[in-house]
């Protein structure tokens, strides 16, 4: 019940304030009088139950009476069976998660207007497993590409005091049926896993336990030395190893149902097994040897690329492909969505499709480090089933979500991973339109069948208005975002030529001189010289082409074929190079640079229009966001073509508009903010 | 120098005449004096020596004396050297004809402010052997597909009169490579070969001549029957042989180096050796043995198509493949660029990489039948230049271009045909700016490297202005024109959902009743019904996929790798699959109208602009029909949205612009023209 306490009165101080987009999507208005819920006989009333019950008692409006049952013979893993029958609306399940879900499914239906008529069934079963959020907070309150404030994770409070903010989030991410979260950055610091910490942690896994939401954590793989004063991290090692066990025997006395460890190891500078002469296997397989025996998990990330390597984009697949088949049953390796670094648009990464004997899950950005952080509204949704959908043609016939979704073995777990956007501000997200990227994340998780068209209809319909001349306009334009942001940072495959650090802006020219990595400029990704644009990846480059099952390869590989939203990708293209319409790459860059503005500049033209249905809070915030996100497309435009002449040596079309800066105005121009900080919208050019 | 008389006297006129656009890309003013041009001791004079001598002292501007020589060791195949050498510009060739390209290449040159340094040396070599346009010219004076007045050729006059047009017309060929013209409809009357037209045929050959351009007929399969009297056409009958072997030493007598017969046989309702249980060798190869000790072609098309195909598509091949290999040296077979007939976009007919052992030749339409006619601009070069470089993938990598261009055996002619949009006209193409397609055919039959912005330019600079401010714009128009109609008339690969008939407008509902040809129905092709749109010729269809080599068949016959451009020509695609952008169908669909609609308004908008740069009669003329094209983009969008919405039963999304049109209304309108007339603009919806 004391969950509830919080709960209400959150939601009470939360409709007398002004609109600060708190609320999220759970907008359900209290019911006067408590609807009829019943729990039936033989059902034992957890805390999850009371919250599924006390949810519908609040705020179900729909007449009938509820019949909450945990029963054996309900739906397992998560699911549940919704069934109206005369008067009564029976939600079952296997666990009483099962019946929390049910319980949200049941008030989203009635929020976004959904009947559930006499006799109908409603029967779900999430497609993954684990629907988890990963969090790059920082023990410090920073979080690492944060734009939404400090972490939500008052450390220094904890445990003594949790904020309701614990429970208000833990509630909207079962709400989406959202059931795990890694609470600390995957640049994780060894001091992360002593004794202190942990109790802070067992006080919100204690909050997050009764929404269906188990935790984990990030862990540094040094912390045997670094924290436990051993000698050595080698995985191998008997000490290392009594290190691990006791302090996972530790975590769970404090947490009974630790959900395991998330490892960034040999990436970017952070601890791995490498650094013993180890492998990934030998690293991850130690720490799965010691979660075994509670249940726990190992998801270790596929994000490397050795500074040495000639391209960064083949680095995780040769590094991890021969290691496939040694992974324990309770390893999955966490594969970012594409192979370099969740760019605007890459393809997705060729480990989805080859590694046949080893569990992968995708990990996907909900914040948006490469996509206008929180100003520019663009909706994920699009992307991640572009990614999912994508053919990888193993075995005459595999998308990446079915490789993911594809158990190796009996016991292996299928997940998928989001980093999270949320922080600390008011409306937990910075923008009150990226909520929507948490809430389809979720969303996806539990059925990455439903259409990114849905859930924008979803969640507009929940968050902002119902009204069809709200929500008509404004899901189009959630749908169109993608692509649109594409158009004026990076089309045709462009990639990572952004601000140097913080991402925040187009720098194709970024160079800060001295000993940095090459794979960490611009110029390595977008190649520009004389003769044209673009990273060769076919058999006359680095052959990143062939890490793809035919007909991908040949199809990638041949400029001719190449799909042509990755062209530059794949291909090192002559500016001359006459695209399919009859265009140069030249001409064709210039105009698609100019359609992404046109469509930011339709975005915000549309949202004016919004003003009728929207709160005059929210509308002037996100109305300040979509202004700011048209002139960053004149700004991504102008800095890119500018910049690019001077290698094409060619003109603006004729019929182009003309640009609006000097390019040396915008090189000269510095945005002074680090890698947990949002950008100052009055600053911008 | 009869035909100096006529081209003077030509010109002369004209340019005291208002601008009516009859001299084309052909404005050199002449000069006071003439430039001095030497033909060279031991080079014949002869009427081509003399037309290119004449050309340069008249036109010529550059200083320096020209040089002319014919000699055996010059370059072979009408190819030319252009060569300057302090004050002398030396331009020689094996051939007579070689020089007079040699001199229409230094004009234009002159034209489009290329200079030719000292030292500098253009040697070129066309690509085809044979560049030739087919007229689809009647006998009584219509042209089918023709929307510039009537034919040309003034039959009832001849052979007494020669229009001065005949020479005018050679001498605008000649300017941009053409050396070959078929003066007939390939649906040929019998008639056509009689003696008294043969005679008239030797007038016109007469003033072609030359210009190096030889004559060609289109011939009518059932001659022998027809006009020969005989009781059969059969191509194994002696007595039929006979009848043609007689016609062709009579067409020789008049016509020396007559080219040969190009054959439209058992389509579309034509005669064909089919009719007497006989195969298109049989009759190709009867022809071929007639013409050969003349030295004559014959060029037999491949467009077939039987009423019973299952798949129209796929007809061409199903037909002429089992035959490969067993044409004479002296047949073609001309295929038209795609499967079915002239789209605004198909995918290449799967017979030019299938084809091995035949020489196969492209047919392009450069009448715009499918394209807007006389009214919309479409640029063609581009869509010709897609289609040649389109990959194959026969025998490891072989472009369209590359099929077109191997010799299969040491006798073997390369050929490209242009099916001509040429009239009585005064400014020759209906439309000043179709002026451009012609052009460019010639150019690219001569040269299919050169750009189409290259050809664009060149266009523009000779035909209205070389002032950039006019150049550089209107060159943007004409290269992103074809894409545009592409947007507004058929994306995603639709095709053929045209008006009855005619063929301007939209018309995906037409259905005229009777026992009209399902594949003459546009509902043949679209397939639009409650689930999606297309037709599907993956192997779950009519399997055309699998007429393309791998890794094409699997790319196209894959939904989730197929171009999205060819979409709904090889797939039935739910009306709510998700497309690559993470739009659906639908809403692409109606975002592309939309983009086609704003492209065609941008064209006029920055026609309007171009006052300054163009005299006023052809800016007029221009300024109508670009508005009329954009009005036009909007019926198209209109009618197609409204229709396809009946199947979807989707809105359209809530961001578009409301139609102009009422479907109803649409759907009553019958525009009355028929296959041979122009539409008017004043009349159209």
Chains 1, 2 share one sequence.
């Not at 960064?312 to 496939?324: I, K, S, T």
């Not at 802006?505 to 001189?513: I, L, R, T």
Request: glycine share 8%; hydrophobic share 40%.
């Amino acid at each position: 019940m004391r969950f509830f306490v919080f709960l209400i009165s959150v939601l009470f101080v939360s409709s007398l304030r002004a609109e600060d987009g708190s609320r999220l999507w759970l907008r359900m208005e209290q019911n006067v009088k408590a609807a009829e819920v019943r729990v039936e006989r033989g059902t034992k009333r957890t805390p999850t139950i009371d919250i599924a019950a006390r949810e519908l008692e609040n705020y179900w409006k729909g007449g009938c009476r509820l019949s909450l049952r945990v029963s054996p013979d309900g739906a397992a893993r998560d699911g549940f069976t919704l069934r109206r029958s005369g008067d009564v609306v029976e939600m079952s399940s296997a666990s009483d998660r099962g019946v929390l879900y049910a319980a949200y499914t049941l008030l989203r239906m009635q929020q976004v207007g959904d009947s559930l008529r006499e006799g109908q069934v409603v029967a779900e079963t999430p497609a993954y497993d684990l629907r988890i959020l990963n969090h790059w907070d920082n023990p410090n309150g920073t979080v690492e590409r944060g734009y939404a404030g400090r972490s939500i994770w008052k450390w220094d409070e904890l445990p003594a005091k949790v904020s309701p903010r614990y429970e208000a989030y833990a509630r909207a991410n079962a709400s989406v049926g959202i059931n795990g979260a890694v609470l600390n950055n995957v640049n994780a610091k060894p001091g992360m896993l002593s004794s202190d910490m942990l109790r802070k942690v067992a006080a919100i896994a204690d909050v997050l336990r009764p929404y269906g939401i188990r935790t984990f954590l990030s862990v540094n793989f040094a912390s045997p030395k670094a924290l436990g004063g051993l000698s050595t991290a080698d995985p191998l090692d008997a000490d290392v190893q009594k290190w691990w066990a006791d302090k996972v025997a530790e975590i769970y006395k404090l947490v009974p149902d630790f959900g395991g460890f998330l490892v960034k190891a040999n990436s970017e500078g952070e601890p791995g097994p490498q650094d013993y002469g180890r492998s990934h296997v030998d690293g991850a397989n130690m720490l799965a040897d010691v979660l075994a025996p509670h249940g726990g998990l190992v998801m270790w990330r596929a994000f490397v690329y050795q500074a040495s390597s000639p391209d960064r984009a083949c680095q995780a697949y040769e590094e991890f492909m021969p290691l496939d088949g040694q992974f324990k049953d309770n390893v999955i390796i966490q594969v970012k969505n594409g192979p370099v670094d969740f760019q605007p648009r890459e393809p997705f990464s060729p480990l989805f499709g080859a590694m046949r004997h080893t569990q992968v899950m995708p990990e996907f950005q909900v914040t948006q480090e490469y996509l206008g952080q929180s100003i520019h509204t663009v909706f994920l949704a699009t992307m991640w089933k572009d990614v999912l959908s994508a053919e990888t043609y193993q075995d005459g016939g595999l998308t990446v979500g079915e490789a993911t979704l594809r158990r190796t073995t009996p016991k292996s777990v299928t997940a998928m991973a989001g980093v999270s956007n949320i922080g600390d501000s008011e409306n937990w997200t910075g923008s009150d339109m990226a909520q929507a990227n948490w809430y389809a994340f979720g969303r996806l998780c539990w059925d990455p069948e439903v259409s990114a068209a849905r859930l924008a209809d979803e969640f507009l319909k929940q968050t902002f208005s119902a009204d069809e001349r709200f929500v008509g306009p404004m899901r189009q334009v959630l749908l169109r975002s993608w692509e649109a942001a594409v158009h004026y940072m990076m089309p045709y495959g462009l990639h990572h030529i952004f601000a140097g650090n913080h991402h925040y802006g187009p720098e194709p020219w970024y160079h800060p001189g001295g000993n940095i990595r090459l794979d960490w400029l611009p110029e390595y990704y977008h190649r520009a010289d004389s003769v044209g644009l673009g990273f060769d990846r076919t058999k006359k480059g680095s052959n990143g082409v062939a890490q793809y099952h035919e007909p991908l390869a040949t199809l990638l590989g041949d400029l001719r074929t190449c799909p042509e939203e990755y062209l530059l990708w794949f291909h090192h293209v002559p500016w001359t190079y006459v695209m399919r319409n009859g265009l140069t790459l030249w001409d064709n860059l210039c105009y698609t640079y100019n359609r992404g503005v046109d469509e930011a500049r339709h975005f915000a033209a549309v949202w004016n229009e919004m003003r009728p249905y929207v709160d005059g809070e929210r509308f002037a915030r996100q109305k300040a966001r979509f202004d700011r996100q048209a002139k960053d497309a004149v700004w991504w435009r102008d800095a890119c073509l500018l910049y690019f002449r001077q290698f094409s040596g060619m003109p603006l079309p004729a019929d182009c508009p003309a640009p609006q800066h000097r390019l040396d105005d915008l090189m000269k121009y510095r945005l002074n903010i680090d890698n947990y900080t949002a950008a100052d919208m009055e600053k911008l050019p």
